[in-house]
Each structure stands twice: as C-alpha cells, then as structure tokens.
C-alpha cells in the first residue's frame, strides 16, 4: 500500500487494515473535456487520407504519406472519441456543436448535418445506407446516410456517450442509464435490454462474434451476452475504476484495455491469459504483424509482443488515450501534446508528425468520481467514525528512459473507525 499511493497523511498511519473503492458521482468525464489541440479519437485512413477530429473543433484530412494538409473543416464544438468514418464519397463525424456531419471525403465540403439536443460524442456506424449513431440527449439516431434525413430515434434514460455496432439487423449499444440495448435497425423497436449496475459508455463500438455480443460496464464487469437473445453467458470483473472499452478481438482472443491501468488478454470463454501493468490508463490497442501497439495515460505507446513483453516504446509529450491505424510500414495515433504521430512500426523513428492548432485540452482526472474508503482499528480516545478528509494521490513513475512523469487524482477519503478488532461499515456503502 505504501509503494503506491504518497498518501503522507498526518491523521492516521499507512499501515492500513483494509481498504476499498465506492462511486461517489456518476461518470461525466467526456463532457467536461475543454477546447484546445488535443486529439482523442480514432484516426480513419482511406485512398492515401488521413481523417481525424479535434477538440479545436476542426475535422481535418492529412496526406497519410507526407502529414500535409489537404483540407479541414470547422465545427462549432469539439470533435471528441466520434472518430470518423468513410461511405461512398463522405466522411462522417460528431460534434459537441450537436451535430453529425457528413463531408465529401476530397474537398471537405458539407454534404449535410443533423443537429440532435445535445452533444454528438458517438462514432457512426454505416450499414445498408443508413447512419446510426447516438447523442448525449439520451437518444440512438437512424438517418439516411445520403441526405441525412432521419428515419427513426430510440430514447434511453439517460446519456449516451457510447459508439454503435450494427450486426445481422439488430443495432447494439449502451447507455449511461445502466442499460445495454439491442434494437431493431429497420425500425427502431427495442429487441431486448441487459441491464448492468453501471454506466454503460465505450468509445469503440461492443465486439460481436460467433453470435455472442462483448461489452463492459462502469461496474467493473465485462459480459458475455447472446446477440439474439441477451441472455448472459458469463461475466468477469475486470477493473475496480470502472470500464470505458468494449473488448477487440486479435488471433482467437480479446484484449481489454482498463481503466485501472491494465491491458488484459482474455479467453473467448472469459479467462485473464495475461495483463501488461503501467499504473496509467491505456488506450484501445491495435495489432500488425504479430505485435500489439498500445498507448498509455503515461505518454508512451508501446509495442509489445504477443506475450505482452516490451519490444520497445515512444514517447510523446502527453497522453495516448485512443487506438492507433497502420499504412504501410507506418503507425499513426494522436496524441493529447496535438500532435498526430507517424512512425515506423519496427523501429519507432518519426516519419512525420502533423501539429493541430491550439495547446493541450483540460480533461478532468480520471478517477475523480472515486472515494477511498478506509477502515481502522480505534487507537484510543478521540477517532471520529465516518470522517472525510480530501487528499491528494500522486503516482510516480521512472521511465527507463529517466523521463519523469507524474499523475495528480484527488480523492474524497472515507476513515472509518471501529473497536479494536472489529469494522465499522456504513450502512449505505455501494458494492461496486
């Protein structure tokens, strides 16, 4: 316990009995974020073009060869985790201004918006020329992929910062009410729900395989659900901070990237193989030639071979929250610094780097909606039960390379005191 919180509290010792995590608010982090350069989505590579968002609120498209610019185009609000996609002719993506736009892929001119009632956060999913994707107004949106009219809308009960995926018919997504939904994709009517004990957001779309549906959940479980049914298969937690991906798969397995700063190797049947640790929150990770690219809250991305051990790892000047792309010999992802990064995927040498406009957004600390719960033996006269203090976490970590980096998250600290022997828990303690 010592090792790794730099608590120096004057209060109480750190020799701790026990201890554990309770939600104190719900997770609203993605729409806090503030405007600037970074860039937090996934990168779309498409007949030599690169297209991305940022929270400058520019879509911008980039020679994938050069890094040069071949056009951007200006919303009114931030273009955040609604990485773009490509359909016949047009590129797609949200903004915070409301919007799902729809741009020719050469000029980046507008084709057509829809405005919903709220923030676009959601990556689009095109299939058989409709456009689904979802708004923080609670509702999942069909449109016409051509023109953008709207052919259906399903309402949730509460915010939806969650991507689609459309399979065999049925459209599958999740939704801070706790609720993952399976719907009908001609006309919009539920077909089941599965309801968990957390938010349900992934910034990448839920994986679906051999008829079975994988999705996580802010109540630290990954699920296993039959995609015609929802009926549950297994689950496994997987985190005590809660889950903000939904598995991908790679050569008969899934890899989860957690919030509590684990890559983990899964079994289809719902076994941890192996987990690769950085104490720093990672992104999805991407896969080429038997090696796995994944970044991290700590600035790094790192390649990794198939076992999770270190081929090697570049460092950038902040941190790499989603999944890289590939052209060529070339591995490109962005980062929070507002750079988009193209390097060589065996050596890690800059090939080019492309700078977007603006300096680095705020994001608010990762686990902020956290409280530390401490329970302690009473030494003498004078401990309070339930006493509540904020404290300050600072999680150090020596890079090989003697970069140092450090994470600032502030905790509300539960102290709770009981007879020697004994614990005192509260009475409305939440299980997570």
């Given at each position: ?60 498209a ?7 610019l ?13 990485s ?71 309402h ?40 968990t ?15 079975i ?15 015609d ?9 997987t ?14 397995k899934?890899?989860l ?50 076992q ?21 010999n ?16 065996s050596?890690a ?25 401490i ?41 709770q ?16």
């Open positions: 316990m010592e090792e790794h919180t730099g608590f120096g509290f004057d209060e109480f010792s750190v020799e701790m009995e026990d201890f554990k995590m309770r939600r104190t608010s719900k997770f609203d982090r993605i729409w806090r974020v503030s405007d600037g350069g970074s860039m937090c989505c996934i990168p779309l590579t498409h007949d030599g073009i690169l297209y991305f968002g940022s929270n400058n609120f520019n879509i911008y980039v020679d994938v060869k050069t890094g040069k071949v056009w951007k185009f200006k919303t009114f609000g931030i273009v955040f985790e609604s773009p996609v490509y359909w016949k002719g047009m590129i797609f993506a949200g903004s915070f201004d409301r919007n799902m736009y729809a741009l020719d892929a050469k000029s980046g001119e507008l084709r057509w918006k829809y405005e919903c009632m709220d923030k676009v956060n959601s990556m689009a999913c095109i299939d058989n020329g409709r456009i689904y994707f979802a708004s923080k107004d609670q509702n999942v949106y069909c449109c016409d992929a051509r023109n953008g009219s709207l052919i259906w809308k399903f949730t009960q509460d915010e939806i910062g969650s991507s689609p995926a459309v399979h065999d018919g049925k459209v599958y997504i999740g939704s801070f009410d706790k609720v993952f939904y399976c719907i009908d994709a001609r006309n919009g009517r539920l077909v089941w729900k599965f309801v004990q957390g938010e349900v957001y992934h910034a990448n779309r839920p994986l679906i395989r051999d008829g549906v994988y999705f996580t959940s802010f109540d630290n479980n990954l699920y296993a659900l039959t995609a049914e929802g009926k549950n298969v297994w689950k496994l937690k985190a005590e901070f809660g889950n903000a991906y939904s598995p991908v798969y790679h050569d008969g899934m890899f990237a957690t919030r509590d700063g684990n890559l983990l190797a899964i079994s289809m049947d719902g076994r941890i193989e192996w987990k690769f640790s950085r104490m720093h929150v990672p992104s999805i990770p991407a896969f080429k030639d038997g090696r796995i690219y994944v970044g991290f809250e700590d600035y790094n991305l790192y390649c990794l071979d198939m999770g051990k270190v081929i090697w790892k570049f460092t950038t000047q902040g941190p790499i929250w989603l999944t890289a792309v590939f052209w060529g070339m591995v490109i992802f962005p980062s929070w610094d507002c750079n988009m990064y193209a390097i060589d995927a050596s040498r800059v090939i080019w780097k492309f700078r977007t406009e603006g300096s680095p957004s705020y994001l608010p600390p990762a686990h902020d909606e956290f409280e530390v719960v329970r302690k033996q009473a030494e003498g006269a004078g401990k309070k039960e339930g006493e509540r203090k904020t404290y300050e976490f600072i999680l150090d970590d020596e890079s090989e390379d003697g970069r140092f980096y450090k994470s600032r998250i502030t905790y509300q600290i539960s102290t005191y009981a007879e020697k022997g004994k614990y005192q828990i509260d009475s409305d303690e939440e299980a997570l």
